[in-house]
Structures are given as structure tokens and as C-alpha cells.
């Protein structure tokens, strides 16, 4: 019988929950086939409803209109459309427009859905709760699980779908203002507890005329509606007390405390009460005949106004893969298949954005148009040409109150480390190349690929990881700078780029391999063993990488420390000589360095190891030492792992700890990776993925930062520079594709000018070349 659904036949089909995500499911499942048998139980009342408005996106609208004419016109009807976004904060608001927003109220969402469904002939069952889902499976071919983020039947089930649930730090609210907001507003409010802030958009026009017998459930709204949500930090919110108000207490103390946003007019609530936010990530979203949809398959931070709009797109794609796949198991899978990145990439988006207003007492000191700026791009999905496009005069004040040249693109702007100017904020990130000679020495090509990364208009080029002893290398191809040949080998390399490419400053990245060291080419098996010629390992602790792969490494002992510091100096007193312009101190990615700051890697009970500041003393010695011997007028970098992707390892709290001791110790920029400390880690990947963990350390400890993964296009560079989260953006990836990466971008941009300046040899490549002609004459006429 199961096979049936995706054919066309007869099918039973229950639906646990009555929210917007179960009953439009309902819906188009009965639309698309009226032989269907479905019910919805829903253990509330049909007009209760918790929360006030929702928001749906065009793109969501869409999908609706071309799925579903119906209940698309009567949402059309009621949707209350703006474009303005408002940042109150310090007594100064500032509105950037062109955003595009609908939304309505939820119980009048609510009622469409339920009109629809009746007159389908969907059968609603309210105020009774669902059977079990394992006993509705026994006599329905689908049970839809749409019981929201406490989900019974997820919890019943966790071995099957594998639930991790998050709890975050700040409480929130829902209310409404019985008014309608011009734009969605955010305000701050600075107060003797800690910082507040309020969301707030209208679901509701003003409806002075409508005659209020036409919807007889529906609250009528003479000055239209507001939602409104609180939000603060939970240590705020017990400072201020209200974890012991009850419910109308606490809307009278948010309404007092936002007079001025809602004009002395009281806060409603609905069955309201503070709420910590947990993100629902499943690793399956179905059970047999059992699916998860919307919130009890995954939930994304309301700050990005996405839970209704996630659990619609939800039964759009169940009841299209639905119809187009021949079983249900093969429906099932299709539809997790297709969901599963749309969700991933949202939640990704919300966890930014819900990072972002639980921090957001270290922005609270930017400048009003930085401060606006950095919240509407703090997801990422809004950036800096996006935002010229949408509204290019707020753009463009955000750059006048940067000091930035009209014109001049953020990313092209110069920076200053110590005695150092860069002339942009591109850096090419240290990538191993695995291609030196048998003995560490760089050759031709470091020359052509260092060269030419230089003459692609980066401001700073960094080498690869250059290991400071033989066996302190990760393979036999890595470079090193311990004898006179390696250090005559890399003059060549900065003699080549000083000449050629006249301000492009060149760093070296000195490190030791600790218990990564002694394995193959990357090519030939990375983290593999080599065949033969292995070299003993060393490290903080006798714990090997992958135990039974990589060998066993020799704890150091005290006069070994000393004989690595010294190693450290000797290789960096010959990076001076070579010319290098700046220096980075490897502290990540579970190198030695790495390996004494992780409590996954570091068991030592002497002196060097046990809490934090233990941890950091042997890379801080080794820093001093480094620091000592090279030119003072010349910075020091240091890459650290932000955190280290597993359970019991280096926390974003600690990495900015160790970011604030080295920068005590005179680091002139933290170089802000993350991971690769331990074999089992856990990254969540995606776009920009680790800036986050470098904006944190940049505005708590106030020391420059580069900013490094997943960064990939001069649109993100231009926007985490603006925002006042990276001073310098860290590619790798990008500039393997195109060592000419930078000057690409500024001849994308239309920029000309000294931070992107083309070597005399290319300026006649500076600008795009020509292609076939897109700009043919368009059919004006259609002949009958």
C-alpha cells in the first residue's frame, strides 16, 4: 500500500499537528490526489495559536502560488508588504531600505489553511492528541510528524532520528503592539543589567472600515499590529529579574522599557513566557512510514525569520517528491535529499545571526552606520554589494563614515601591522605545497608559485607551513628553513617578489609538525605513515594522532623544550636575513605548538600542562624567544585553532583567552583558523564558517585579526572588512584557482586605483576580456 502514494492511488495519511507545515502538507497532499483518506490532529483549540505574526519570503510565495492558487490569493489578501529596516540604537536611527518583507498574522495564516483543508476534505481533529506515531504507521501508509520543536514523536524515537538539540544563551519573548510598525525594527536598549534589544515587524494593516463580520475569528486591528520580541542575554535577564515575573509583569516591563519604539502603548501577550532557543538538527528525517517536518526536523533562530517559511518549503518538496517517486521509501529519501541543504545552509545563516545578537555587547561601541551595517550582514545571506544594490545610499554612508575614498572598494582600503602597510586586505593563506626538495629546500616551484601569487595584487602573500628541524617537517617535501641553503634558497623567493611586485609584502609561517609529522605526500595518503624512513615524533604528550595508524610520539621532556625554542630562534633569525617581511608562529591545525594549547592533546602534570594558562606557557616562551630575535620593526603573526570541533577540546571562551595572552606578549595579529587538532572532530562547514570565531576575538580583546575559511568571493572580504570583523581576509583555495585572484576582483569592481595596482608587464590584461555579444535585439513583435 505504501507504493501507492507516489502513484496516485488510495492512501491513508496522518498528520500529527495542526501548525502552518502540517496542514498545508494536508492540503496539497489532498489536492494532488482527492482519493486520499487524511487526518490532522491537533491537540489545541483551532484559534488558539502561540507567537502573533509570521513571515514568508517571495521565493516561499512562489512555491505557494504555483502549487496552490487558492490559499496563495487569500495570503495575498492579507499580507502586510515593507521594504525598510530600522536600527535604533544610541538614540539614532538609521533605515536602510530595499528588503522586501510579508508577513501576517499567524491564527489568520491559521484559518486559511484550516478553510482550505475543510473544503478539500481533509478531516481536522482538535483539541484530541495524536495517537502514537508507531501505532498511526500500523494503520496509515504516511504519518507526518509536524508536532513542532518538543516534538513527542522525535523524542520517542531518538534512536531512529538521532536528535541533537542545542540550548543557546539568551531568553526571548513573543508579544505584539497594537500598532502597526512602519519596517521591521530592531532597537537596543543599554541598561544597568546588560544590553536588551527588541524585534519587531507589523503582521497587520490598520482596518478601521473592514466590517468585522467577514471574519469572525480573525482580531480586528483599528491601528493594524505589531509582532514584538524581547530578546536578552539569560545572565541579563535574572540580573533584571525577570525569571521571577510572571506573564503580564514581564510584558509591562518590556513596554516601559521600549516606550519611546511603541509610543507608550501597552505589550499583549498570548500565552507568552521566556523561552531559551534550541536548534533541532536531526541525522534522519524519517522512520519506516514516519517523517519529520519543520520544526520537529529542525528549527532556525527567528532572528532570521525562518520556522514558517522552512516548515511550508518543507511540505511543498515532501508532496512533490511525493508524486514523483515510485515508493514511499524512494519519496522518503528524495525528500530529505533535497531538503536536507536548503536546511542546512539556513540553519547555518540563523546560527550566525543568533551568535550575533548573543554577543552583541562587544559591537555595541562601533559607529552607528558600522554598528547598522554589521547587524544586517550578520548572517551572511545580506552583503555589501547586495546591500549597494537593495540600497546604495545607506551603502554608501556606511563607507563615508569609514574614511573609505568613494569609489574605493573596503577590501582595497591599506592596513598597518606594526611597521608594515599593506596596501590591501587579501591575504594569500599559508597552503602546504609538499614540493620541496628531499632536504626542506624551497626551489623553482616556490619561486613561480609564491611569484605569482605576489604579482596577482594580494597585499600579503604567505609561504606554506616552514618547519623549523628536520623532524619537525609534516612530509619529505615540506620546506624548512634550519640550514644556510634553505635560508639562500628563500632570499631568491623575496628578492624575486620585492623586485617584481613593488609592495606585496611576503610572511613566512614558521612551525614544527609535533605528532603530525613523518607521513606521505598529501597525494599519496594523507596522515598516512610513511612507507619507510620514518622519523621519531615528538609532542606535549605520548598520544598518537589515529592510534593505530600514527606512531606513538615522545613526550618532551624540559631540555627538549629548550632545544626546540632554540629552534624556533635559529629559523627565525634566518628569516630575517632572508628578507621575509613578516612572521607567523604556527599554533593550529594540532601541529606542536597546537598540540600544548588542546586538552585533547595536552595530558602533561608539569608545569606545562593542566589549566589554560599552563597550556599556553611553552608557546608563549617560544613566542617571546621568536619575538626577541626578529627585527622589531617587522610584525608577528600567530594562527591559532579557535576551537577544536570535539567534546572536551579548545572553546571559542578559550580562544579568546589565548588570542589575549598573545597579543599581551606583543603579537601584532591573531591569524584565526579552526580544527584539525584530533582525527574525530566534528566542523561545521560552509561559508565563512570559521570568520565568527574571528570577529569574536577582534572585538572582545581589540587585537587585529585575519580572518580565514571558506572565505571565496571579494563580496564577503568587502563585507567582513566593513562590518568590523576581520581587518584582513586569509583565501587558500581561491587563489589555487586563479593566483591572480585580487586583481580579477578589482577589475570586477571597476577599481583602479593604488590598492590593486597591475605589474607593468599585465596592464594591458587589466580589463576583462571581450566575449560574443548577450545583448541581441529582443522579438518586439509576435506574428499570428
Not at 505504501?2 to 492540503?27: D, H, N, S, T
Not at 628553513?481 to 634553505?486: A, N
Not at 589515529?546 to 635559529?570: D, I, K
Not at 568587502?718 to 576581520?726: D, E, F, M, Q, Y
Request: glycine share 10%.
Amino acid at each position: 500500500m505504501a507504493g501507492e502514494i507516489g502513484v496516485g492511488g488510495a492512501a491513508r495519511i496522518a498528520v500529527i499537528g495542526g501548525g502552518p507545515g502540517g496542514l498545508y502538507a494536508a492540503a496539497l497532499l489532498k489536492r494532488l490526489d482527492p482519493g486520499r483518506e487524511i487526518t490532522v490532529w491537533e491537540r489545541n483549540a483551532p484559534d488558539d495559536t502561540f507567537g502573533f505574526g509570521v513571515v514568508l519570503s517571495d521565493e516561499t510565495l512562489g512555491g505557494i502560488e504555483h502549487a496552490d492558487p487558492v490559499v496563495y490569493e487569500a495570503l495575498r489578501r492579507d499580507f502586510v508588504r515593507w521594504d525598510d529596516i530600522d536600527i535604533v540604537h544610541r538614540g539614532r536611527t538609521l533605515t536602510s531600505g530595499g528588503h522586501g518583507f510579508a508577513a501576517l498574522g499567524r491564527r489568520r495564516l491559521l484559518e486559511i489553511l484550516h478553510e482550505r483543508c475543510a473544503s478539500l476534505g481533509v478531516r481536522l481533529r482538535f483539541r484530541e492528541p495524536a495517537p502514537p506515531a508507531e501505532e498511526l504507521a500500523a494503520s496509515h501508509d504516511l504519518v507526518i510528524a509536524a508536532d513542532g520543536v518538543h516534538s513527542l514523536t522525535r523524542e520517542s524515537h531518538r534512536e531512529a532520528f538521532g536528535p541533537q538539540i542545542t540550548t543557546h544563551r539568551c531568553r526571548y519573548i513573543w508579544l505584539a503592539a497594537d500598532f502597526a510598525f512602519d519596517s521591521f525594527r530592531f532597537e537596543i536598549a543599554e541598561t544597568e543589567h546588560g544590553i536588551v534589544q527588541l524585534h519587531g515587524y507589523p503582521f497587520a494593516r490598520p482596518s478601521p472600515d473592514e466590517d468585522p463580520s467577514t471574519r469572525p475569528s480573525e482580531p480586528q486591528y483599528p491601528f493594524g499590529a505589531s509582532t514584538v520580541i524581547v530578546e536578552m542575554r539569560e545572565e541579563v535577564w535574572r540580573a533584571a529579574g525577570l525569571d521571577r515575573c510572571d506573564e503580564r509583569a514581564s510584558s509591562e516591563w518590556c513596554a516601559k522599557l521600549f516606550a519611546g519604539a511603541l509610543g507608550d502603548r501597552p505589550l499583549r501577550s498570548n500565552n507568552s513566557s521566556w523561552i531559551a532557543f534550541r536548534t533541532v538538527v536531526n541525522e534522519r528525517w524519517s522512520d519506516g512510514r514516519i517523517v519529520l517536518l519543520g520544526d520537529a526536523a529542525h528549527t532556525a533562530h527567528f532572528s532570521i525569520g525562518s520556522g514558517t517559511k522552512l516548515a511550508v518549503e518543507d511540505a511543498l518538496a515532501l508532496a512533490a517528491c511525493l508524486e514523483e517517486q515510485g515508493t514511499l521509501p524512494e519519496a522518503l529519501a528524495a525528500y530529505e535529499a533535497e531538503r536536507r541543504p536548503v536546511v542546512a545552509s539556513t540553519q547555518r545563516a540563523a546560527r550566525a545571526s543568533l551568535a550575533w545578537f548573543e554577543d552583541l555587547a562587544t559591537y555595541a561601541g562601533q559607529p552607528p552606520h558600522q554598528f547598522a551595517f554589521n547587524l544586517l550582514t550578520r548572517s551572511r545571506r545580506v552583503t555589501h554589494d547586495n546591500l549597494r544594490l537593495r540600497d546604495g545610499e545607506f551603502a554608501a554612508s556606511v563607507a563615508k563614515e569609514a574614511g573609505i575614498p568613494p569609489g574605493t572598494p573596503p577590501m582595497f582600503t591599506p592596513f598597518r601591522l606594526g611597521g608594515l602597510t599593506l596596501r590591501n586586505r587579501v591575504v594569500v593563506s599559508p597552503m602546504d605545497m609538499y614540493s620541496a626538495d628531499g632536504d626542506g629546500t624551497p626551489g623553482d616551484f616556490h619561486l613561480v608559485h609564491l611569484g605569482a601569487r605576489a604579482l596577482g595584487g594580494a597585499g600579503l602573500v604567505m609561504t606554506e607551513m616552514v618547519c623549523v628541524s628536520p623532524e619537525g617537517r609534516i612530509t619529505p617535501g615540506c620546506t624548512g628553513l634550519y640550514t644556510p641553503g634553505h635560508e639562500a634558497a628563500w632570499r631568491r623567493i623575496t628578492d624575486f617578489v620585492h623586485a617584481a611586485a613593488p609592495g606585496t609584502a611576503l610572511g613566512v609561517q614558521l612551525g614544527h609538525s609535533g605528532r603530525k609529522g613523518s607521513t606521505r605526500l598529501m597525494w599519496d595518503g594523507i596522515d598516512q605513515p610513511l612507507p619507510d624512513g620514518n622519523w621519531q615524533l615528538t609532542a606535549p604528550s605520548a598520544l598518537p594522532y589515529r592510534p593505530g595508524v600514527n606512531q606513538v610520539p615522545h613526550a618532551l621532556t624540559e631540555p627538549e623544550l629548550a632545544t626546540v625554542r632554540e629552534q624556533f630562534v635559529r629559523s627565525a633569525e634566518s628569516a630575517a636575513r632572508a628578507g621575509f617581511d613578516l612572521l607567523e608562529l604556527h599554533c593550529a591545525h594540532g601541529y606542536l605548538l597546537s598540540g600544548f594549547l588542546s586538552p585533547l592533546t595536552n595530558h602533561r602534570t608539569d608545569a606545562y600542562g593542566g589549566d589554560l594558562a599552563a597550556r599556553l606557557r611553552f608557546p608563549l616562551e617560544v613566542f617571546d624567544a621568536v619575538r626577541a630575535v626578529w627585527p622589531a620593526g617587522r610584525p608577528m603573526t600567530v594562527r591559532i585553532s579557535a576551537t577544536d570541533w570535539a567534546d572536551g577540546g579548545t572553546t571559542a571562551e578559550d580562544a579568546v583567552a589565548i588570542a589575549g595572552a598573545f597579543a599581551a606578549h606583543g603579537a601584532d595579529a591573531i591569524d584565526v583558523s579552526t580544527g584539525q587538532v584530533v582525527p574525530d572532530e566534528r566542523p561545521d562547514f560552509g561559508r565563512s564558517y570559521q570568520t565568527p570565531f574571528a570577529d569574536r576575538i577582534r572585538n572582545t580583546v581589540g587585537v587585529p585579526v585575519i580572518a580565514v575559511g571558506a572565505i571565496s568571493s571579494w563580496d564577503d572580504v568587502n563585507s567582513l572588512v566593513l562590518a568590523g570583523r576581520a581587518d584582513l581576509c586569509a583565501l587558500a583555495r581561491p587563489h589555487l584557482y586563479d593566483p591572480h585572484w585580487t586583481l580579477h576582483a578589482a577589475a570586477d569592481q571597476g577599481y583602479t586605483g593604488p590598492g590593486a595596482p597591475w605589474p607593468r608587464p599585465y596592464q594591458a590584461g587589466s580589463r576583462t576580456p571581450p566575449t560574443g555579444r548577450t545583448d541581441a535585439p529582443k522579438p518586439r513583435l509576435t506574428l499570428r
